[in-house]
């Protein structure tokens, strides 16, 4: 593969004599990964069920390599019952180290297409708040449609400028993920489309860039809180020089120790002139390791502060739930622990608020909490997303196909399903579909005949 020459000259100053062996790196085949979704399934789980040879990330807990010639991964069902997500491994360290508590309020600022988010989600387990932001609208829904997707409940997701959030959200955040869009160096191998942007933008471009977006994170952090940065590039002035403008803007932020891999590179402070502190920063370095090439910082505003475990707020029931006895028949009938008080009716959606205390009227907002369902007239039609946050045992109704069914397909197809095999012709209603004891959507039951409620967007194609 052709590299720009002032590239090349570049990593050759970087790398040294490495620089050979980062060469011979664009020879090899890329390697591919998976994460498991661990709001659903354990890791020791998913690798009893995994339908193709899969194995160990050794830096990341629930992740794995599989083959470049595994056949569709993300058209398998369990892809579709939200049990893994398909991310490049050096990708999913940044969400993997940043220390993330159940009860924390996290941000991640450049959250698209939500490959970080999920993650997240996952390390909060259901409790806190997790702010999902990126500028990008059209991004944003890939994003809303992942964190659904993974049933994520916690969870408020936006599209704004970071800057426009200060307000709302001074020194709010314990902990903030910053995955801040750069010129991609790290990337060349895996994707030879980003260099084209690399030599139209330069690395200045994506400097500037990163320093607005990092200046707006630090008023939101609290003090005592933790920010991981992270890039997919290996240029020192968007990675060390970034770092070190975020500690002259903030002084009291210092880089923290993070636990490392073998093969992990340290910062390079000689390439900025920098303090030496920045050898707490991690490079990946993809002929030192079997992923794409990574930079990230962990760190810390101030000494960490004591936290607060604030008991958790329930109130009476929302009036205007009341009045909906269908919407009250369905929850009522779920085996699982509901606030009430948090339930809203906002036009015909049905919503679960996210515990967030903050104004947020007028920012763009994809959605906030859980989509329950839609309340159309008297009747109540319960939603995707909600399918998605359910386990198979907090439901009443269940038919759960093994994974070799034939119609596991066809109701991902959208397509009407016959039953009789499985349900009594007296039960009508709604009904969660399962693969293998994983939800996958309703389907409303109208004796031995199921019909169909796949979301028409996330349909088989």
Known sequence: MALPELFEEKMKQ???????????????KRVYGLRVNTLKVSPEEFEKICPFPIRPIPWIENGYYYNGDVDKPAKHPYYFAGLYYLQEPSAMTPANLLPIEPGDK???????????????????????????????NSRAKALLKNMELFGVTNALIMSEDPQKLVNRFYEYFDKILIDAPCSGEGMFRKEPAVIKSWLEHGNQFYANLQRQITEAALKMLKPGGMLLYSTCTFSPQENEATIMHMMQVCPELEIMPVKRYEGFGPGMPQMVNGPEELKECVRIWPHRMQGEGHFLA?????????????????????????????????????????DYSRIEIRGEKVMLRPECDCDCQGLRIMRSGLLLGECKKARFEPSQAF????????????????????????????????VEDLVSRKEKGWFLICVDG?????????????KNKYLAGWRWQ
């Open 14 to 28: 970087l790398l040294g004599e490495e620089y050979a062996l980062y060469r011979e790196s664009f020879f090899q």
């Open 106 to 136: 996290v941000l991640d600022v450049c959250a698209a297409p939500g490959g970080k988010s999920t993650e997240l989600a996952a390390k909060l387990k259901g409790h806190g708040l997790l702010v999902s932001n990126d500028i990008s």
């Open 298 to 338: 962990l760190l810390r505003k101030g000494k960490p502060q004591e936290r607060v475990i604030l008991p958790k707020r329930t109130g009476k029931r929302n009036p205007q739930i009341e009045k909906q006895t269908e919407l009250m028949e369905f929850l009522d009938g779920l085996n699982m622990d509901l």
């Open 387 to 418: 399918a998605m946050a359910l386990k198979k045992e907090q439901y009443r109704k269940v038919i759960d196909f093994p994974v070799s069914d034939e119609r596991v397909i066809r109701y991902l197809k959208g397509e009407t399903l016959q």
């Open 438 to 450: 994983y939800p996958l959507g309703f389907a409303k039951g109208n004796g031995a005949m199921l």
